[in-house]
Each structure stands twice: as structure tokens, then as C-alpha cells.
Nanobody, 122 residues
Framework: QVQLVESGGGLVQAGGSLRLSCVAS????????MGWFRQAPGKEREFVAA??????ARNYAYSVKGRFTISRDNAAVYLQMNSLKPEDTAVYYC?????????????????WGQGTQVTVSS
């Protein structure tokens, strides 16, 4: 099983940037697609961004397209978040999918990190 640990969250003003990291350990995660999801208080967990196993295919939620960028290397997956808005405030989770192709479906993801809080002030 792959263990995931997120970091990089924090408090930032609207318009600012943050870079989230998700470090993987345990079984190799290089063969799996990876994703970022977020959950705001009182709301369901929602898809943010995903990347395939090789890093050459990506998918983004409409609400973050053009502002967020997902990337990966052999040890971690990253989420660069620019032009942050108060509505981006949430706990952000990374996860591995049991497949190689990029996927936006929550049900395809089986290993989750503990989450990192992102708060954007207006």
C-alpha cells in the first residue's frame, strides 16, 4: 500500500499562491494515476485535478482550470495554486487511483492522505 502525506497548505490572501506537495512512500506509486480533491465545511469532497501515471495527461475541474497546475515526479505529486480565491478554501487531499489513466471519479481513488488545510482570505 502507498502512504501519502500532504504539505504546503496555509493561510493566504486572495490572489496569492500556494504549492501543495504529496509525498508517497511504501509501494511504488509511479504506476498509478494521482489526484487532488478538496472538501469545504458542510460540503462533499470534490475533484480538483488529476494526472496519469506518466505525467503527460492532466484533467482539471472547471473552477480551477487556468489557475492550478498538477505535476508529478518519482517521489511526489504537486499542486501549484495561483490566483487563489476565498472559495478555494478547503482541506485538500491527494490520492492514488487503481489505474494508470487519468480519472476524475472519486470512486477510482483508494489511497488517501490526511489532508492539508488551505484558507484564502478576502
Amino acid at each position: 500500500q502507498v502512504q501519502l502525506v500532504e504539505s504546503g497548505g496555509g493561510l493566504v490572501q486572495a490572489g496569492g499562491s500556494l504549492r501543495l506537495s504529496c509525498v508517497a512512500s511504501g509501494r511504488t506509486f509511479r504506476n498509478y494515476a494521482m489526484g487532488w480533491f478538496r472538501q469545504a465545511p458542510g460540503k462533499e469532497r470534490e475533484f480538483v485535478a488529476a494526472i496519469n501515471w506518466s505525467g503527460d495527461a492532466r484533467n482539471y475541474a472547471y473552477s480551477v482550470k487556468g489557475r492550478f497546475t498538477i505535476s508529478r515526479d518519482n517521489a511526489a505529486v504537486y499542486l501549484q495554486m495561483n490566483s487563489l480565491k476565498p472559495e478555494d478554501t478547503a482541506v485538500y487531499y491527494c490520492a492514488t487511483a487503481q489505474r494508470t489513466a487519468v480519472t476524475t471519479q472519486l470512486s477510482d481513488y483508494h489511497n488517501w492522505g490526511q489532508g492539508t488545510q488551505v484558507t484564502v482570505s478576502s
